[in-house]
């Protein structure tokens, strides 16, 4: 029993290592998912920003197309009033010259409301510019870490299946043990080849009938412990001497 529990070990020892290698493998992928959505969503916060600023660029344009037309208007009215014959015209050409002073001012003020804000969103684009290309060079660092990372993973993991593979062929007489083992890897994650100490399970914690126990110690039996809350049974092995 000794034999199979020492080759056992040195499967766990294998499975651990590849299992440690494709959880690293998962957690640099969802940092890389993680950072190309709020890639994603700032290059749509981008994008609607962009549109905000060309709007009010328009509007900009517009009034100032207001203003020259009201230029022209004044510049007309103007020249009218120099050539009035009445003074019923001359009042009415002072009233609609009042009126397009007031609107030329109304619009001169619209005009710098919106110059103020061009200039504040295109801060807001620059910056949001900057973070995004920013963001997109952080990716493409980190997706060439998971390509490189990738390469060496799998060279490991091949490496590691070959020598499990090994181990698995000194099992032929022992077959049985062999599939318990990998039935409960196929079914947990961690170790599934654990200690018995101080009367108990090192993996669930249950307390183990003193005559099992000793027989643990010995070294001439594997026994199958239930996690509580979990779905796989642990086999509990001597304690590591």
């Given at each position: 029993m000794e034999q199979e529990l020492k080759l056992l070990r040195q499967l766990q020892e294998f499975d651990l290592e590849i299992e440690g290698i494709q959880e690293r493998a998962e957690t640099v992928r969802a940092s890389l998912d993680e950072l190309t959505e709020l890639h994603a969503s700032l290059a749509r916060a981008l994008d609607h920003q962009k549109a905000?600023?060309?709007?009010?660029?328009?509007?900009?344009?517009?009034?100032?197309?207001?203003?020259?037309?009201?230029?022209?208007?004044?510049?007309?009215?103007?020249?009218?009033?120099?050539?009035?014959?009445?003074?019923?015209?001359?009042?009415?050409?002072?009233?609609?010259?009042?009126?397009?002073?007031?609107?030329?001012?109304?619009?001169?003020?619209?005009?710098?409301?919106?110059?103020?804000?061009?200039?504040?969103?295109?801060?807001?684009?620059?910056?949001?510019?900057?973070?995004?290309s920013e963001l997109a060079e952080e990716m493409r660092q980190q997706q060439a870490t998971i390509?490189?990372?990738?390469?060496?993973?799998?060279?490991?993991?091949n490496a590691l299946e070959k020598?499990?593979?090994?181990?698995?062929?000194?099992?032929?007489?022992?077959?049985?043990?062999?599939?318990?083992?990998?039935?409960?890897?196929?079914r947990t994650t961690g170790s599934v080849?654990?200690?018995?100490r101080s009367g108990a399970c090192c993996g669930c914690n249950m307390l183990l009938p003193p005559q099992l126990y000793n027989e643990l110690q010995a070294g001439t039996k594997v026994m199958t412990t239930w996690s509580p809350g979990t779905r796989s049974s642990t086999p509990s092995p001597t304690p590591m001497k």
């Open positions: 905000k600023l060309e709007d009010t660029r328009s509007l900009m344009r517009q009034k100032d197309v207001e203003l020259a037309e009201n230029e022209e208007r004044y510049k007309e009215s103007r020249d009218k009033l120099n050539r009035v014959a009445n003074t019923r015209e001359y009042n009415a050409l002072e009233r609609e010259m009042e009126s397009l002073r007031k609107q030329r001012a109304q619009l001169e003020e619209e005009q710098e409301q919106l110059r103020e804000a061009v200039q504040d969103a295109e801060g807001d684009v620059a910056e949001k510019e900057q973070k995004t390509e490189a990372e990738t390469a060496a993973a799998t060279k490991r993991i020598q499990r593979d090994g181990v698995k062929a000194n099992f032929a007489d022992k077959k049985t043990l062999l599939r318990r083992y990998e039935f409960i890897r196929d080849i654990v200690a018995a």
